[in-house]
């Protein structure tokens, strides 16, 4: 029975075990049964809730949308019909505008009517008033006209030469002042020799014995201090004298120095003078180049080239009319620096200008350009400013001055050469210029006489009173002047005095 008994107990615990297990497991799936239909139930809830938020929270976007829909409409609305009122007044202005226009043109076209009217009615009576004239001043129409525009034209030059002389007076007033304080000025600056140098063109021999050692033996030695120096040796009855004449003033120069150092040394014969024209030909070149660089030095001038000084210094021994053309160049230069000083010009380019004015008749050249052109050319090889190029070339009128240091240039040349002392004039020359002062203006209608005084620098008119009035005889002054100014060369300026003068001579007897 035992045995039975350990056989049913084990049996009876596993049978217990598994209904507890299973009544476990029944009690667990109940008990997650509930679990998950309350999680449902809430999930429900929730969802409920949630469905019923967005619900509300669409209608209220709905409502929303829907507020500011009906707002834009309502604003749309009330554009359009202000922007129909506005249509509306506009053509309503247009309409009463084009009643008006139309209106105005219903009158402009009657007053046109009544002016074309008029207008006819007016042209009969011009014509009968024009015939009416005619008869009775015995003149046509056309002449009627065209003295009507003489006496136009009499009047309007009348007030013309009034207003020109008005001008003129103020413009000389005031001119005058300046240019007399600019001139001052400039003279008292300036300090410079007022005598004119001469050419030498003679040697003086201590007797008449040298004239004959001078020709030499069948006129060896003369031919050879010709063949030398590019001179002519004139040898004639002056006594202690002979003459050297060459067109070329430095070949005159080393000539003149060579033949006083022969006769100094007395040793004369071909040998010698081709020693003394050599080392005189030296020193002669040495001569020219220092009085180049002295001249720019003096004046503070620099970056200039070898062949332009030594053209400068070649200035030393040219004169024109009897002035030195080197001193003459320093000398402009210096007159034209302080002007531009003056007049606000600038004052390196007008000095440089100056100083190279001249620099043409300096340099070896066969051309047959004038001096002015050549030292134009020169100036532009040169490298040299514009300016420079243009006052040099422009400084006789060759060339128009573009520029206000050119016109300086022009002043200062003028100046330096009609100072007193500055030049030499011929007799013959004197006379002529006069003589063309005097023609030039008896060459006009109404001039009786005229007379050149004052050495030229005053011409004195004497009109006929009866064929000019005061205001043409004032034209007559300038048109006289601007004929010297175009056909006449010389230096400063001249005066033109007009004199109409009535003279009434009665006798009683």
């Known amino acids: 029975m035992d045995w039975m008994f350990w056989i049913i107990l084990p049996l009876a615990g596993l049978l217990l075990g598994w209904t507890i297990r299973w009544l476990y497991a029944r009690f667990q799936l109940a008990a997650t049964e509930q679990k998950s239909e309350r999680l449902k139930q809430d999930a429900i809830r929730e969802a409920e809730a949630r469905k019923k938020e967005i619900l509300l929270e669409a209608k209220e976007q709905v409502i929303r949308d829907r507020s500011q829909q009906e707002k834009e409409t309502r604003e749309r609305r009330a554009e359009l019909q202000r922007y129909e009122r506005r249509v509306l007044q506009k053509e309503e202005a247009i309409d009463k505008k084009t009643a008006q226009i139309e209106k105005i043109e219903q009158q402009l076209a009657e007053r046109d009517r ?36 003489r006496d136009l034209e009499d009047e309007a030059r009348h007030d013309a030469q009034a207003l020109i002389n008005k001008v003129e007076q103020e413009a000389n007033l005031a001119g005058e002042k300046r240019a007399r304080d600019i001139l001052v000025a400039t003279i008292q600056r300036i300090a410079t020799e007022v005598t004119g140098e001469t050419t030498i063109t003679s040697v003086t021999l201590p007797n008449d014995e040298m004239k004959g050692r ?26 202690e004298a002979v003459v ?44 020219i180049f220092e009085e180049g660089e002295k001249v720019l030095f003096d004046l503070g001038i620099h ?12 200035l ?94 022009q002043i200062a040349d003028a100046i330096s050469a009609a100072r007193p002392g500055a ?37 004195r008119v004497l009109v006929n009173n009866e064929t000019l009035n005061d205001d043409q005889s004032r034209l007559l002054g300038r048109e006289i002047a601007k004929k010297i100014e175009d056909d006449l060369r010389y230096p400063g300026r001249i005066k033109v005095t007009l004199i109409r003068e009535t003279r009434i001579v009665e006798y009683a007897r």
Request: contains cysteine.
């Open 114 to 149: 009544a002016l074309q009217v008029r207008d006819d009615a007016l042209g009969e009576q011009e014509d009968r008033y024009r015939a009416e004239l005619e008869r009775i001043s015995g003149l046509s129409a056309e002449e009627a006209k065209a003295l009507i525009i």
């Open 214 to 239: 001078i020709i030499g033996r069948e006129g060896r030695n003369i031919r050879t201090l010709e063949t030398l120096t590019g001179v002519d040796i004139i040898i004639d009855d002056t006594p």
């Open 244 to 287: 050297i004449s060459c067109f070329d003033p430095v070949r005159r120069e080393i000539a003149k120095v060579a033949l006083e150092r022969l006769i100094t040394d007395g040793r004369i014969h071909p040998a010698r003078i081709e020693e003394i024209v050599t080392r005189v030909s030296k020193d002669t070149s040495q001569k």
């Open 303 to 314: 970056n200039i080239s070898q062949d332009a000084i030594r053209a400068l210094g070649r």
């Open 316 to 409: 030393y021994f040219r004169t024109s009319y009897g002035q030195n053309v080197l001193q003459h160049s320093r000398e402009v230069a210096i007159i034209a620096g302080v002007l531009a000083s003056e007049v606000g010009a600038n004052r390196d380019i007008t000095r440089r200008a100056a100083l190279l004015h001249d620099i043409g008749k300096g340099v070896e050249t066969d051309s047959d350009m004038n001096h002015a052109e050549i030292g134009m050319d020169m100036a532009r090889k040169m490298g040299e400013d514009p300016r420079v190029i243009n006052a040099i070339g422009s400084h006789h009128n060759d060339i128009e001055p573009t520029c206000v240091e050119s016109v300086l240039v």
């Open 423 to 459: 030049r030499k004039e011929t007799l013959d020359n004197y006379v002529k210029r006069l003589e063309n002062l005097e023609n030039i203006a008896e060459g006009f209608n109404g001039v009786d006489k005229a007379y050149a005084i004052q050495a030229g620098r005053e011409l």
